[in-house]
Structure formats: C-alpha cells, structure tokens
C-alpha cells in the first residue's frame, strides 16, 4: 500500500552540443524517496494538451503543434502500456498544479525565468508513485523551427526538443547528469544535440516502465502459469506484469484490486515451510499463495499487501513488496500470484506494474518421509492365476501402506505385499504403493502388472473379422471391444496385425494395431456400453466408450503398437463420414506401460494420439526398455493429481508431434532414457497438417532439471 505524498520535479532541457559520446551503462528513471519504486503513468492515454501555434511555416512545412505531435506519435511507437493522445488547448495557455498536462511556449515558466541556456522545462507532479501532472514550456527567447539534421545555431528544432520532454513525461530523467554519471547515446541526454530520436537506451527505457507493443507476460493466465524449480531449497525469478490482465472469476488478491496479474507454479517436495516474497521489485505488489486447479476454484492459503506496515516502519524505505510465511504440505501444487496494489479510493484502482522479483525458500519440517528400500518390480500371469507385488520403506514409526492401480486405490491394498488373485485382463495397470508416516507420504515407482494369453482375445472383445487383406498389404484380424477390458495377442508367426477398436470420449473410433509377441490389454476407465458411432455412417455397430489405459507384456524387438483415431486419412471406406460433423480426429488415452522379455521393443506410434488422465501416470512408461523404433506421441497432458511421464530404457527417435506437452497441473515431466525429445510437425487422422510447437513443459529425470539437455525445439 502507497502512502500518496503530492511532489514536484523541474527537468530543464540545455543548449549545449556535445560530441564524442560514448555507449555505457543504461537509462535512469524517477524512484521516490525509498529509491525503489518507480514513478511513472499508470492511466492511458496520457492526454497532453498542447496550446502552440498551428501556422505550417517551419522548414518542413510543419506548424509547431503538428511537429510535438509528430514527437508524441514517434514515442507512441515504442510503448506498450500507455499512450500520448493530444488535447485541445486549454485557457489560459498552462497552469501549474491544476492537474491537467499542459504544452506551451512562454517566455518564463508562471513568472520564474528560465535558467541561462535552458530551451524547454517540463514540471512533473506526483502523487504517491502515479504521475498526476505534466507540464512543458518552451522557451520562446529561442527561435523555433522544424528540421532535421545537425543542431543550427540560430535556430532550435522544436520536435526533438519535444521527444526530450516527453521523455520526461514518460518517466525518464537525465543519464548523464546521474550519480555515476551514464556515458550513453541518447535522446534524453541533458544537452541538445543531432540526436532527433528514442535511441535503443531511451527505448529499453520507457519499455521497463510500460512493456513492448504487442507483447503480454508468458505467465498472465492461470493455465500458463511458470513452473518453478527450486535449488537447494531456493530460488530467485523475475518477470513483469506490465501488459497483464485479470481472469474472468479470478478473485482480488491481497484485498486488491489490481488487475495486472501473473502466476507461478511450485510443488512442495515434502511438509515445510515456504517463504516467498518479492523484494527487489520496483513497485508496491501483492502476493497471494492458492491451491486448486481452476482460476474460479481456488482455496486461499496466505497473501500479504505489504512486508512492512506504516507502523513498523514509517520512513520512505519502507517495504511495501509483500511477504508470506505459510506450512505447505508435500506433493501439493501451490499457485502463486503476484500483482500491483490499488484499491478503489486510490488514482490507480487497477493496480500498480512494474517489474517483478520473486523470491522463494523452502524449509522441510523436522519430520521425514518413509524411503522406499526396495521397490516392487513389474509382472504378469496368464488369465486366472496369481500375481503378488511387494514393497518394503522405513521410517519412524513404521510406515503404513496403500497401493493404488492407476492413481485409484485398491481396495484392502493396505500391507507391504499386494496379492492379486485369479487375475483378470480388468486388473492389468500401473501399480503404486504408497508409504504414509503420519502426514507425510512416498510412492514406489509404478509396476508393471499384465496378463498373458494364448488366445486371440479374452475378456470383454470379440472377433469379428480374420484375416483381412488391407488395401497397404497389412492382414490383420479385427476385434471390438465389448467391455470394460480385454486382452489381445497378435499371430505374429504369420506376421499378421490384431486390430481393437472402441469409442474415446470424444466420440472418435480409436484403432489400437499391435503386432509382435507378447499380450496387449486394453482397459477402458469409465465404460460405457452398449454405444453407436454417432460420428460415423455404421448404423447397427455397437462398440464400447470410455478412456483407455493400455498395457503389453512379454514383448520383443519384433513387438509394435500404433494408435490411432478413423478418419479420412486413415480410413478406406470414406462412406464411413456424415456431412457437417466435427471430428476430433486424435485418439485419447491416458498411458501405455511396456514391459519386455530381453529389455527391448520395437516402436511405438502414437503420433495421432493425445495422453492424458487426472490421475495416476499419463504417457508412455516403459522403464529400462530398448526401442528399436520410434516412438511418436501426439501430445501428453496431466490434470489434477496425474503424473505425465515419458519414461523409457532407451530410444533414438522420440519425437512429440503437434503437441507443445504444457502441462495443464504444473507438474513437471517425469523422463528417463531419451538423448533428444523433438518437437516436429503432425497431422490428425483426417490429413490435417499440425505445425511443430515449441516446448513448454519441464523435465526431470532423477530429480534433476534436463529440459535444456534434451528438447529440441522447432
């Protein structure tokens, strides 16, 4: 919060050429009296009313008025945030201190005469760190003209003069009248000069204090929010909320009512304490600390306007950053937000922006988390026998245990040893044990869990076509899922393909093609049976929806699996499509899992299809597995409580095509065995071409940062 004090500045503008001008150092701007938060507009347009006369007389045929618009327009092309607009002249000509910005010409500034040497003087009033008040006076002992060119000794150009002054009026002061003094080329130089123009110091200046044209912070919307990475329990970012907005439902922060605000994303790795605050931003923010995965639905966890208050601090040093101190618990999201501090009775009610610095630092509690000692490996069994998996974890006390299939927790699964009777294709998934001492909480890795069979399909599919010729010379054996699961296996002797289909939920017929040894189980999470092809021309098929998790076992080499939705590109009876149907035209699922019998694999092409799911694992997880092929995701996206992985033993060719992998939780990317991850063009299963995107998800592997090491952007 600001305590508004009202204040005033002269800048006087001299005549004295100078020459030999070296670049060094940097543009300076008004602080006030704590010399950390800037003063500068926060209101557009800043509306300058210019009573000069309108005669086209000066050597470019300019008349004084158009040429100071002409300087307005050259500064309007470099600011983001606010713009110059001319007014009408007002009567009489200026007045200081009524808050109006005002330009004019007069042979002294309200009866004080100018100083020797001095061409224009511009009058700068505050209140708190709002500019209120602007005004320039040229100074008409001088004779003004227009033109370009070096400075004329009997004559002065009124538009660069004009460009200086309206510097000021942005907020930028004088470089080589600072303390140091700023050897650099620019405009805003105390001496008038051939300089008619913002140079690059002048311009990098007034875009600290308003932005880029055109240009918003990467971090403004909730669903963009930076991901933060802590190091040794630290770190420092910095950003800007200049050019930010406020979300429709998203609530005040702080008691504010800024609207310029930007988000951050951070996981707390265990129970803690977190420290954030922004210290070493140039204006007055508000902090706020939320959990929730949606802007309208957040819960409040802590916020603070100012680190210090009037009372514990009344000099103009004062901390008017903001400060938290809150418990946080492991493994939950926090969503951070930073904005300007404004209230309604306040001249800038959408809040101040500036330039951010947030800082975070997080302790754990004296508590620790159970440590898995020993993991629980992957398995299969044929169809009705016994599969048991066992994880053992220490800590103080002993811990307790529940194991969880794909992010669900199974029912009894309370013990170190999990065992699964008369195993069924419904129960193949990724299998978690999680290791609970009081409030603090470790997962095992996921295991692997299949079923094995000889037969073409168990469970809920069915059979309905044997080798079929394909028109690209494939012959496959056609089965339709008529269930919650199934199991398939490929006659790969034959070198034959065994096709499943069912519905995603977007109404998309997904093909499932595997070929190779070993079983693939497919086990829809929220079935839905019987269902028809409401998209398609297949009156009478009944299929079954629901969101897929697939799951191969006893694979080799000469394993492969593709994924994809039926579409025009795909398909070879187009009678299939209704006229006027939208068609997704990706396949949905949430994971494949591949476990192998020597270590290896062949390829995996899922490049017409999206992952995701809102728990347990989405993507692709196939520890310790060599890929002879390639393997080719559409996209990959976790919601909620999900942990997106790409995780394998090793590949040469992985590529994400079409998708950007943002991650909707925040969580970073889990990865293991990739050297390059390339983001390339794809296509969906109608032929329409999806444009390569650049990365915008963070990767770890073993705890430790890896997305500069292995993206590979477009």
Do not use: C
Request: no cysteine; hydrophobic share 40%; proline share 4%.
């Amino acid at each position: 919060m600001n305590a508004n004090v009202f204040a005033r500045w002269l800048r006087r503008l001299v005549l004295l050429a100078v020459a030999g001008v070296t670049v060094a150092s940097a543009f300076v701007l008004y602080y006030d009296d704590s010399d950390l938060y800037l003063i500068k507009w926060y209101r557009t347009p800043v509306v300058m009313h210019v009573a000069l006369p309108t005669t086209a007389t000066l050597s470019d045929g300019s008349s004084l008025l158009s040429s100071v618009g002409v300087a307005m327009q050259t500064w309007n092309a470099q600011l983001g945030a606010v713009q110059f607009s001319a007014g009408a002249a007002q009567t009489p000509a200026y007045t200081l201190g009524n808050e109006i910005n005002e330009i004019a010409i007069d042979k002294d500034v309200d009866g004080q005469a100018f100083s020797s040497g001095t061409l224009a003087l511009t009058m700068i009033y505050s209140y708190g760190n709002d500019f209120a008040e602007t005004d320039i006076v040229f100074n008409n002992a001088y004779t003004w003209d227009s033109y370009r060119g070096a400075v004329r000794a009997d004559r002065q150009d009124i538009r660069r003069v004009a460009v200086h002054e309206l510097g000021h009026v942005l907020g930028l002061n004088h470089p080589d009248q600072a303390n140091p003094r700023q050897n650099v080329t620019a405009i805003m130089n105390s001496h008038v000069s051939s300089i008619e123009a913002p140079q690059s110091d002048d311009v990098a200046g007034v875009r600290t204090l308003y932005g880029t044209p055109g240009v918003t912070p990467v971090n403004d919307r909730f669903g963009e929010a930076t991901v933060i990475i802590l190091t040794n329990g630290q770190r420092s970012m910095t950003g800007s909320n200049i050019g930010a907005s406020r979300e429709s439902g998203e609530p005040g922060h702080a008691g504010a009512t800024g609207i310029h605000s930007v988000w951050w994303n951070w996981t707390a790795p265990s129970n803690g304490t977190l420290v954030a605050d922004t210290f070493g931003s140039n204006f007055d923010t508000v902090l706020a600390v939320y959990t929730g995965t949606s802007v309208t639905a957040l819960t409040p966890v802590a916020a603070n306007d100012d680190e210090e208050s009037p009372e514990q601090n009344s000099t103009p040093q004062r901390k008017r950053t903001s400060k938290i101190t809150t418990a946080v618990t492991g493994g939950t999201i926090y969503r951070i937000a930073v904005d300007g501090w404004g209230d309604n009775d306040n001249s800038i009610p959408d809040g101040y922006t500036g330039a951010i610095t947030l800082n975070l630092r997080f302790s754990a509690t004296s508590e620790t988390a159970p440590v898995i000692t020993t993991q629980p490996g992957s398995g299969s069994i044929a169809a009705g026998g016994a599969l048991s998996l066992s994880v053992a974890a220490t800590s103080e006390p002993a811990p307790t245990y529940q194991w969880q299939r794909n992010g669900v927790d199974v029912a009894g699964g309370t013990g170190a040893t999990l065992l699964l009777n008369n195993v069924q294709p419904a129960d193949a998934g990724l299998y978690v044990a999680v290791a609970k001492n009081g409030t603090l909480s470790t997962a095992s890795r996921a295991a692997i869990v299949g079923v094995t069979t000889a037969a073409k399909v168990i469970g809920t599919g069915e059979v309905v076509g044997s080798d079929i010729l394909h028109s690209n010379g494939n012959v496959f054996d056609q089965v339709l899922v008529t269930g919650a699961a199934e199991a398939i296996t490929a006659d790969w002797n034959l070198n034959q393909i065994t096709r499943t289909s069912y519905i995603d939920i977007d109404g998309d017929i997904v093909q499932v093609e595997f070929s190779g040894p070993g079983t693939l189980s497919l086990v829809l999470d929220a079935a839905t049976a019987p269902a028809l092809a409401e998209k398609y021309n297949q009156p009478g098929v009944l299929y079954v929806t629901g969101h897929a998790g697939i799951v191969i076992t006893g694979a080799t080499e000469n394993t492969n699996v593709t994924v994809f939705t039926v579409g025009t590109g795909t398909a070879v009876n187009q009678a299939l499509f209704k006229t006027g149907v939208s068609y997704d035209g990706l396949a949905d699922i949430a994971f494949i899992a591949i476990s192998s019998t020597n270590g290896k694999f062949g390829g995996l092409r899922a490049a017409n299809t999206t992952f995701f799911a809102q728990r347990g694992h989405t993507g692709v997880y196939a520890p310790g597995v060599e890929f002879t092929g390639p393997v080719y995701v559409g996209d990959v996206s976790a919601y909620d409580e999900a942990q997106p992985v790409l995780v394998l033993g090793s590949a040469s060719d992985v590529r994400v095509t079409g998708g950007d992998m943002l991650q909707a939780n925040g969580r970073p990317v889990q990865v293991s065995g990739i050297a390059q991850l390339r983001f390339t063009p794809g296509s969906d299963s109608h032929g329409h071409t999806l444009s390569a995107q650049a990365n915008r998800a963070v990767y770890q592997e073993g705890g430790v940062d890896v997305t500069a090491r292995i993206v590979v952007n477009p």
